[in-house]
Each structure stands twice: as structure tokens, then as C-alpha cells.
């Protein structure tokens, strides 16, 4: 279970996760050492899955954003995970979630222009058999964060200190 401390230390940590252990230590009244422990173990327990850099879209060049909307009439097991396995051939697909209502998939796909994006497109259905596909392109992101909201975890009461 994950108390207000740990959930302090997730906080810092998704806002920066450069910041030394010694500082967010600092930060949440602990020392260095139960602090670095309390990581371990949030690694651990797979609460933190990893640690990456955040990169400009525009200064890799990969400044176009598209929702790709796809529906099919396939619904087998096998034909997801066909299509799971060929939706990781593409570097250009940075989510991938099915869905639940009129669409069975969403796409998000970065790309350097919209020629980019149609030869995505011709590969990607040379590779599937799909049955619709409706492209929406963002105009402008007003809003991008990979922090989850930490409020909804049910905190079990404070640890010692340690």
C-alpha cells in the first residue's frame, strides 16, 4: 500500500525524475537512505514502471499529431493479437489502446508531415485487414502531461519514518 509519503515521492518524481534522492528526501521529511528504499521498493511493486526523457516533438521532427479511429469487423483473439504485433512494427505509433463503443481501436501516431502520414497509412492497411479508418489531426496540443492524477490512491496510514 502506498501512504502520503510515497505518494509525495511520486509526485516530485513525475514532475522530474532527475531530481537526486537526496532532495526529495529533503522534500518529504526523510533521509536519504529510507527515501531510496521507498523507490526500490515503488519499483518494485511496479508502481513506477520507468524513467524516461520527454522529448520536443518538433526538434525530432515528429511535429504532427493524428488520432487514428479504426474499426473492424474482426474480433478474435487472434486477429488482436495479429494486430498488436504489427502495430509495434510502427515507431510512429506512441498509443495504442482498444476501445470501448463505436470505435474498436485509437491510434496516436506522430509523424513529420501528412506525406509521412499517408505512407503510414498505405503500410499499415498492407499489413491488416481493416474495415474503417478516420484520421483526426491536431491543430494545436493545449494540454500534454504524462503525470497521473495521485489523489485517487487510497492511502493506507503513515509508516514509520524509518
Known amino acids: 500500500m502506498i501512504d502520503r509519503t510515497d505518494r509525495k515521492i511520486l509526485s516530485i518524481l513525475q514532475e ?3 531530481v537526486p534522492v537526496a ?11 529510507p527515501c531510496w ?4 521498493k515503488l519499483e518494485e511493486d511496479r508502481v513506477i514502471t520507468g524513467r524516461v526523457a520527454l522529448l520536443d516533438p ?10 487514428v ?10 486477429w488482436l493479437m495479429r494486430f498488436a504485433t504489427v502495430i509495434q512494427e510502427f515507431p510512429e ?8 463503443g463505436s470505435v474498436d481501436y485509437l491510434l496516436r501516431v506522430v509523424v ?4 509521412a502520414y499517408d505512407a503510414f497509412y498505405k503500410k499499415l492497411i498492407s499489413k491488416i485487414d481493416i474495415s474503417d479508418v478516420s484520421t483526426t489531426f491536431a491543430m494545436e496540443q493545449i494540454k500534454y502531461t504524462t503525470s497521473l492524477p495521485l489523489g485517487y490512491i487510497p492511502l493506507e496510514k503513515a509508516r514509520s519514518q524509518e
Open 16 to 18: 522530474d525524475c532527475t
Open 23 to 33: 532532495e526529495i528526501a529533503r522534500r518529504v521529511g526523510l533521509s536519504t537512505t
Open 69 to 78: 479511429s479504426i474499426v473492424t469487423s474482426q474480433h478474435s483473439q487472434d
Open 58 to 67: 518538433a526538434k525530432v521532427n515528429a511535429p504532427v499529431t493524428a488520432f
Open 37 to 40: 528504499r521507498r523507490i526500490q
Open 112 to 115: 513529420p508531415d501528412i506525406a
Open 93 to 100: 505509433v506512441v498509443e495504442f489502446y482498444r476501445m470501448a
